[in-house]
């Protein structure tokens, strides 16, 4: 038995499904303690968007450590906060017309979650929060409430409260108007529906088995929200940081939202680092009314800024990005097409897409297989039946589509063990 055996919690998920002991990694390349090497579609579950220690990253880190820089410092003001914040506004807020200023929660995204949570029903004195179906929010008990898995739900082991669920976009089938039973519902003192503080939603639900919400769905949601003094959270843990094409993933609908979080790859090198942006005037906390020991990272505000000045003082890196997710798109529809008794559609947008099979255990073999050949690819959705590629954004085109043969490999030979089996 390995000391993981003896010592780690039944708890842990990802090492079943990669069950080696990894050593080293750079770019998009994963090795582990035998030698062997792997490319990675997994990224941290999107905290990795810049890849593995990049080296310009890294240099920035190594340079602050050996100054002695501030590794911790609750949340007193540093250097390092400063340039983080200066550049934060430089070059993603003034360019987008924000006026959002910044809460450094606890390091975890669901940290941020809570803390949006609390900031909303605080501001609106209400205590309700509408979530929506297949959403992922995190795993503390707030955040719970709002995320739709039941089997993370299972594990609160209390009641979740004080949040109501409604169909995200899609949810009751193609041409349905799922906002219609929220509208419907606000305008009717017998509906049951506490009226909420806000709405808590993911414009793409990554956990949840990249379901995309349109830009009609976006917009006519904000027009509700507006129109009942609702505020509107987006939880961009996931799909932010260039993930879909833009910084933001609610970018191309226009909406404003009124807070947002962020963390995953905020710090750009896997970095605890989470944060919440809100407009000013809901900036009414008092002082250490949520705070924290690790609200703020140092060596992640380091790391955070030196990603913002090299990916996104312009457009190039983000228009990579797009033409990227315009390949992904080809390939994985090309693999659907081929082989229509194993999966439904394609799903998602940008780097943040995959193929939903017809049944998890379909999807669980797909991503054995492609493990087999050097692939770390995991799954998403209800019954994990979403095959799901979350590769650094700073891959190649010739490493994207070595990927994308190893799936498509792992694929053929899923389909071609079905076929003799049912003859």
Known sequence: MSIFDVMESSVQTYARSFPVVFNQARGVWLHDNKGKRYLDFLAGAGTLNYGHNHPALKEALIEYIQADGIAHGLDMHTSAKAAF?????????????????????????????????????????????????????????GALAA?????????????????????????????????????????????????????????????????????EWLQRLEQICRRHDILMIVDDIQAGCGRTGTFFSFEPAGIKPDIITLSKSLSGMGLPFALVLMRPELDQWEPGEHNGTFRGNNHAFITARKALETFWQDDSFAAGVRAKGKLLTRRLQAMADKHPQLFDKVKGRGMMQGIACRSGEIADVITSKAFERGLVIETAGPNDEVVKCLCPLVITEAELTQGLDWLEAAIDETAGERLSKAS
Do not use: C, W
Not at 176 to 205: C, H, I
């Open 147 to 215: 995320t739709g898995n039941q089997h993370h739900r299972g594990g609160a082991g209390t009641v979740l409260a004080n949040v109501t669920r409604l169909p995200y976009d899609g949810y009751p089938g193609a041409g349905e108007d799922s906002l219609l039973l929220f509208e419907t519902m606000l305008n009717d003192n017998s509906s049951g529906l506490d009226k909420p503080a806000a709405v808590l939603f993911e414009v793409v639900q990554g956990e949840g088995g990249l379901n995309v919400a349109s830009v």
């Open 85 to 141: 914040l200066t550049a934060l506004q430089d070059i993603i807020l003034k360019p987008r017309a924000m006026e959002h200023v910044a809460q450094f929660t606890g390091p975890t995204g669901t940290n941020a979650v809570e803390a949006a949570m609390k900031l909303a029903r605080k501001v609106t004195g209400r205590n309700n929060i509408v979530a929506f179906t297949n959403g992922f929010h995190g795993v503390s008990l």
